[in-house]
């Protein structure tokens, strides 16, 4: 197969819209495993370490992460094979990701490791694609059209040099920095290429977070203008660059984007609208002026309270908020002339009905739940001695997940992880007689201690398990 069709089927496979790089791993497993288990170590083992903003399903709901995808290469008891995850995040979060997944150590019960080989560049793949195809479409003009090929490599080098970035004194910058009254400094090299492509020849790129003394010096000879991009990360770079030379001006990409992902228009925009460096981040002047209205006052009418007569039949009605007046209906006579029907108010059942403004008689029935539901009564746990005595060493598992096991003669075997704690049990080729563990006993725990022949399991909890003559369970 050709080259330049394995890379197209390798880019085809992502599902991101724009995919900047390909994080390649390889992993190996202890164990016969497939790839949903693959796939769920890696996102489970991962949740919570980072936070929400670099949490992987959250990454790939917002499009952030593409569909992982994986190999599975089985061995004699093994499992080996590479991990592939696109990513169009920035160069610094796709490596914290990278780093993220090495933390994988099991998958399932076997133990697993995780190695990152690279982190490939996908627009370098693309671009190889472009140049490839520009040159055969390059040929058959030559061939249809009889294209002078030494005028149009003429042409072709005479424009590129135009756009190639200098380096001026170690810096990134455009072909008009040393010579410009004014001039834009940028996040990175990607950015100067962008403002070169768009014919903005007076940018130079600050490296990130590491200024060089070159660029402090430049900048304090000229008006200088940080366009930076539309998060956290840019701001502090400004912040940092003010704080050792003159900047004069802050513009900012829209939120969420970067500038090497603007267009000419975008860029021109933000360029338009940019701010004094002490207006810049969180200014109250200039918040205004960007979303062009003036502050104003919240008014809130106050409503004065309807006045009513101390008439006897008023009642407030709760469920329109408003105030309704009734008549006397229950003192006046029925159709067929007979008298109301009376009302003991004395007797311990009367109750009267707030909802629809009448007296009711209701019988007093005990609640179903009083008749049905007798509460449980549990019998009280008898903690021998013995277990009693273990009850400080206890104490110090509390809250740190770790489990530990001991001999009959109640000395300390080893101390594991809880999520450790049955493949332990199973696997151990010492006598263990009793468990202590900082989690909930369950049926599962009981069946592979009874398997090994323990006698006593001591936690914080008991489940909903069934009792075992063999195996004495304690909560402390």
Known sequence: MPKNQ???????????????????????VKGVVEKPDIVGAIFGQCEGLLGEDMDLKELQQA????????????????????????????????SILAATIETVEKVGPFEAKVKV???????KEKRDVITDRAKELLKRMQKFEGVESSELA??????????????????????????????????????????????????????????DTPLIA???????????????GGELNVKKLASLTKVDFVAKAPDGKEVEELVQKEILLALKRRVP????????????EQNHYPQRNDFRPTFQRREFGSHDNYRPNHFTGRDNYRSQSFSQPRRDNRSPRP?????????????????NYRPN??????????????????????????????????????????????????????????TEVQTSKKKVDTIMFDGIITNRLIEAANAKGITTIIGVKKGNITPNEKIKTYTL
Do not use: W
């Open 63 to 94: 499009g952030k992460i593409g569909r992982i995808e994986i190999t599975v290469n089985k061995g004699k008891g093994t499992t080996s094979g590479e991990v592939i995850i696109p990513s169009s995040l920035d160069q610094v979060k796709t």
């Open 343 to 359: 009302f003991n108010t004395q007797h311990d059942n009367y109750r009267p009905n707030h909802f629809t403004g009448r007296d």
């Open 117 to 123: 080989l690279k982190i490939g560049d996908t627009r």
């Open 218 to 232: 430049l900048c304090k000879e000229k008006t200088v203008t940080v366009l930076i991009d539309g998060d956290r």
């Open 277 to 288: 460096l002490k207006d810049a981040f969180g200014g109250k002047e200039n918040f205004e």
């Open 365 to 422: 029935f005990k609640p179903r739940e009083e008749i049905f539901n007798t509460p449980k009564i549990e019998t009280p746990q008898i903690i021998p001695k013995e277990v009693e005595k273990l009850r400080k060493v206890f104490e110090k598992l509390k809250g740190k997940s770790k489990a530990t096991l001991l001999d009959a003669k109640k000395k300390k075997i080893k101390e594991v992880d809880v999520k450790d704690l049955l």
């Open 154 to 211: 003429a042409e072709i080098k005479t424009d590129l040099r135009t756009e190639k970035i200098i380096n001026l004194n170690g810096l990134q910058a455009g072909p008009e920095v040393a010579n410009a009254p004014e001039i834009i400094v940028v996040e990175g090299r990607a950015d100067v290429l962008k403002l070169l492509s768009y014919g903005i020849k007076n940018a130079v790129a600050m490296n990130g977070g590491n200024i």
């Open 6 to 28: 394995r890379r197209s089927e390798k880019m085809a496979k992502t599902y991101l819209s724009a995919v900047k790089y390909e994080v390649l791993a390889n992993y190996e």
